[in-house]
């Protein structure tokens, strides 16, 4: 018992020194319109096509303009053609600031014979820093976003396992004294 505390604390300060670390200096991110999750289904038009509306933070250290910044279009592509709205024109997004809502991307559905439901990433790159993945699922007519589940974090189950350990020695030291 009286050992307890000082494994304890190995324990803690090796949790501290060695849980992995998420360092980056700087990030790009994508937000759909509307913002609150998750975004409400998008319907394909008469011709296939569908247009993706929202925001890009840039704090990458450097402007985002039409020549280094690209969409990235990953998974089953075979079955539509995606186009970058925001790298035509005039587009030019300075270091931590944060796009208006608009148009970001489009789709426009192949003339191929597809299944009825597949799924594709999306990202944008910018000074060669990738956004935040958003994957979609289509389902027929109708395009969603598929919402990440977080899993738990290992220092989570860690705690919640020294916790029933400590109570389980405690419980018995009790009875141990009580007898």
Same mark, same amino acid.
């Given at each position: 018992m009286r050992h307890l505390p000082k494994l304890a604390? $190995?324990? /803690? #300060? +090796?949790?501290?020194? /060695? $849980?992995p670390q998420v360092a980056r200096a700087d990030? #790009?991110?994508? /937000?759909?319109?509307?913002?609150?999750?998750p975004p409400p289904p998008i319907s394909f038009s008469e011709n296939g096509s569908a247009t993706f509306n929202g925001t890009i933070t840039n704090s990458t250290g450097a402007t985002l303009t039409p020549n280094?910044? /690209?969409?990235?279009? +990953?998974g089953n592509t075979q079955f539509f053609t995606a186009q970058s709205l925001i790298t035509s024109g005039n587009f030019s997004l300075t270091n931590n600031t944060t796009s208006p809502p608009g148009p970001l991307f489009s789709i426009t559905l192949n003339n191929v014979e597809r299944p009825r439901v597949f799924s594709f990433q999306v990202s944008f790159i910018g000074n060669g820093i990738q956004s935040n993945i958003i994957t979609y699922q289509v389902v027929g007519n109708t395009i969603t976003v598929v919402q990440a589940v977080p899993e738990p974090t290992t220092l989570l189950l860690l705690g919640t396992g020294l916790a029933g350990a400590a109570a389980r020695v405690r419980k018995r030291n009790r009875k141990v004294s009580g007898a």
């Open positions: 604390c $190995a324990i /803690f #300060f +090796t949790c501290v020194v /060695f $849980a990030s #790009f991110d994508l /937000f759909l319109s509307p913002s609150q999750p280094n910044t /690209f969409l990235n279009v +990953t």
